[in-house]
T-cell receptor
Framework: GDSVTQMEGPVTLSEEAFLTINCTYT??????LFWYVQYPGEGLQLLLK?????DKGSNKGFEATYRKETTSFHLEKGSVQVSDSAVYFC????????????FGKGTKLSVKP | KAGVTQTPRYLIKTRGQQVTLSCSPI?????VSWYQQTPGQGLQFLFE???????NKGNFPGRFSGRQFSNSRSEMNVSTLELGDSALYLC????????????FGPGTRLLVL
């Protein structure tokens, strides 16, 4: 079935370090891909999305490119801040408006000053 | 524009009881989806309602049910609670059209004793 695999956490980085969180997917159709972020005690916030191959989503310095050939959607940021500490979820959605989100397990990021 | 709101935010119940959670979507959104988040299983899709009709359903037992009202507000009910139902229940709303982003509420944390 359809699934998302994320790198295991936790990931601990120093402020201003480069961040990569790997995400690969398995899907029978042509999914839309998403990154959501969850801050402590809060719900999920959409970070960025891409709806077709080679699309690049970007927001708040984060980027991810939809790679159909490698079925990947890795999240990157050039210089992380302490305020980026959160849990990051990769997700896919198939079936347009009637498709639910399928999430990865989440990757906890801690950024130290 | 107000975001997705969920009530109550926290709930403690005992095994065998039933519980009802409420979700008010963003104004104008007609689709409401429910997800369960647990440390072991991660984020799992429960069901989606669109224009008062269940449009999509995840793989949960019949103890989990929901409904949507004409103003798009949704309720989720869990009957005969089990310890394993302890989780964060997240509601997400969207316009409901193809490709639309889902916006999440802060969640209701349910503890079953």
């Amino acid at each position: 079935g359809d699934s998302v695999t994320q790198m295991e956490g936790p990931v601990t980085l120093s402020e201003e370090a480069f961040l990569t969180i790997n995400c690969t997917y398995t899907a029978t159709g042509y999914p839309s891909l998403f990154w959501y972020v969850q801050y402590p005690g809060e719900g999920l916030q959409l970070l960025l999305k891409a709806t077709k191959a080679d699309d690049k989503g970007s927001n708040k310095g984060f980027e991810a490119t939809y790679r159909k050939e490698t079925t990947s959607f890795h999240l990157e940021k050039g210089s992380v801040q302490v305020s980026d500490s959160a849990v990051y979820f990769c997700a896919l959605r198939i079936g347009g408006s009637q498709g639910n989100l399928i999430f990865g397990k989440g990757t906890k990021l801690s950024v130290k000053p | 524009k107000a975001g997705v709101t969920q009530t109550p935010r926290y709930l403690i119940k005992t095994r065998g009881q039933q519980v009802t959670l409420s979700c008010s979507p963003i104004s104008g959104h007609r689709s409401v989806s429910w997800y369960q988040q647990t440390p072991g299983q991660g984020l799992q899709f429960l069901f989606e309602y669109f224009s008062e009709t269940q449009r999509n359903k995840g793989n949960f037992p019949g103890r989990f049910s929901g409904r949507q009202f004409s103003n798009s507000r949704s309720e989720m009910n869990v009957s005969t609670l089990e310890l394993g139902d302890s989780a964060l229940y997240l509601c997400a709303s969207s316009l409901g059209s193809a490709g639309e982003t889902q916006y999440f509420g802060p969640g209701t944390r349910l503890l079953v004793l």
